[in-house]
């Protein structure tokens, strides 16, 4: 924090929240309208759903691209180029003929929107580490708490007014905004220490990046994590509207408190002094609230006993999204924009796998179904890492 001024301080960390905030912007704004639009596009749930499948991969396949590009060629460029994608696929979605058009467009909107998300970890890992990234990335997370509370309050007034296509414009516009905020921004990663080898030779990193055992720990931990809020976040329209009877725009209301969780979970994990007992302590916190939505499900089927730990499971997956993060970007510091690539791109993977899956069958037991399994998962590999640190207090005991 030191070799920036205070205002460039502050400007920098509103830059960094508003890139990772790029995840929660294309998926969740749109989200009260995801019941409406299958009657727009006179299509099914699932196709409907499927668009938040392919802005998800988008996502995804993204930051492999984008990621060791930025080791090459710098962060700004390809910000730059990212960008200018994400802006140029919004207009498209917009004027959609179809929904396997509109879904393609989304996947595209995904790819660009993926450079922000993977280079908002890349650009902070350049300028901090250990205790100081962690503290970095808890304030990103909670600038990024902002993003779902605001994005689905937003997308249901604004679908009530002009209907979904405003969400795109609005969607177009931040895009537009983060564009020139990349003008302003310094370049954070020095040509000296750039990838001198060819572009395909940035493959190769790929299987060193494997090589780091708790790299790939942390990164299915939070894959798994991904899994869990994805679950939620492709269900929570379906269950809280249809389910339970409420408005887009209740919705919208209840989903932006529940995203306060992500956000007070993320702060909450730096009074932890070690970030491995707090990916602990939030993966067992997912469990619980798992089990407890499980329990109100078949006891007391009405909103508030749903509403409750679902909460609790997004304080929770708070804790384990700022600590793994730290975890892994710290283990593959080496090669930053390819780690942050593998790391972010596991997360909208999972997403991508478990959202279409929420739609078979009954939507409450599928999803309860994908939060046991993934927030087990989650505990598991919580418990791994865990065990790590562990094991290395003991050698420095016996040493």
Request: with cysteine.
């Given at each position: 924090?030191?070799q ?31 019941p409406?639009?299958a ?8 196709l ?5 499948a ?5 996502l ?19 910000l730059i ?9 919004t ?7 179809s ?25 902070a890992?350049?300028c901090y580490s250990?205790r100081?990234?962690a503290?970095t ?20 007034l ?6 979904w ?13 983060i564009?020139?905020m990349?003008?302003?921004f310094?370049?954070s990663h020095d040509?000296d220490k ?17 090589r780091?055992?708790?790299f790939?720990?942390?990164?299915i931990l ?7 809020l994805f679950?939620?976040?492709?269900s929570?329209?379906f269950?809280i509207?249809n389910h339970?009877g ?31 007992n707090?990916a ?14 499980v ?10 006993p749903?509403?409750?730990?679902t909460?609790?499971m ?5 804790f384990i999204?700022t ?11 080496m ?6 690539a593998?790391?972010?791109a596991?997360?909208f993977?999972s ?6 899956l ?5 939507i ?5 179904i ?7 998962g ?6 791994w890492?865990?065990r790590?640190?562990?094991?290395q ?6 040493s």
């Open positions: 924090m030191s920036f001024s205070k205002k460039y301080y502050l400007f920098l960390i509103l830059f960094l929240g508003m890139l990772s905030a790029f995840g929660p912007f294309v998926t969740d704004m749109y989200l009260p309208t995801l409406s639009m009657e727009v596009f006179h299509t099914t749930t699932s409907v759903q499927l668009g938040l392919t802005s998800m991969l988008g995804a396949v993204g930051q492999i691209f984008f990621g060791p590009l930025s080791d090459k060629y710098g962060r700004k460029a390809v180029s990212a960008m200018i994608l994400f802006a140029v696929s207009v498209a979605s917009i004027y959609s003929p929904i396997e058009f509109f879904n393609f467009c989304r996947f595209l909107q995904g790819l660009g929107g993926s450079g922000g998300i993977v280079l908002s970890r890349s650009i890992t350049d250990g100081e990234l503290k990335l808890a304030v990103i997370g909670a600038v990024n708490g902002i993003a779902p509370v605001t994005a689905p309050v937003i997308g249901g604004v679908s009530e007014a002009v209907g296509q405003g969400i795109f414009w609005i969607l177009f516009g931040i895009g537009a905004v564009l020139l990349c003008m302003v310094k370049e040509k750039r990838h001198k080898g060819s572009v395909g030779s940035l493959l190769l990193k790929f299987p060193e990046i494997f780091l055992k708790y790939v720990v942390y990164t939070y894959a798994f994590t991904c899994g869990t679950s939620y976040i492709s929570a329209s269950i509207q339970f409420f408005s887009e725009l209740q919705f919208a209301i209840v989903f932006g408190v529940n995203a306060l969780g992500i956000g007070i979970g993320s702060a909450m994990s730096l009074k932890f002094r070690n970030m491995k707090a602990v302590f939030g993966a067992a916190g997912t469990v619980l609230a798992t089990a407890l939505q329990g109100a499900y078949i006891f007391l089927p009405s909103f508030w749903y509403e409750i730990p909460f609790l997004l304080v929770s997956i708070g999204l600590s793994a993060t730290t975890l892994a970007m710290d283990e593959g510091r090669m930053i924009g390819t780690a942050s593998i790391f972010g596991s997360g993977l997403g991508g796998i478990v959202s279409p929420v739609g078979i069958g009954n409450m037991t599928t999803t309860l994908l939060l046991g399994i993934c927030s087990i989650s505990l598991i590999f919580a418990f890492a865990y790590r640190s562990t094991g207090q003991q050698a420095a005991t016996v």
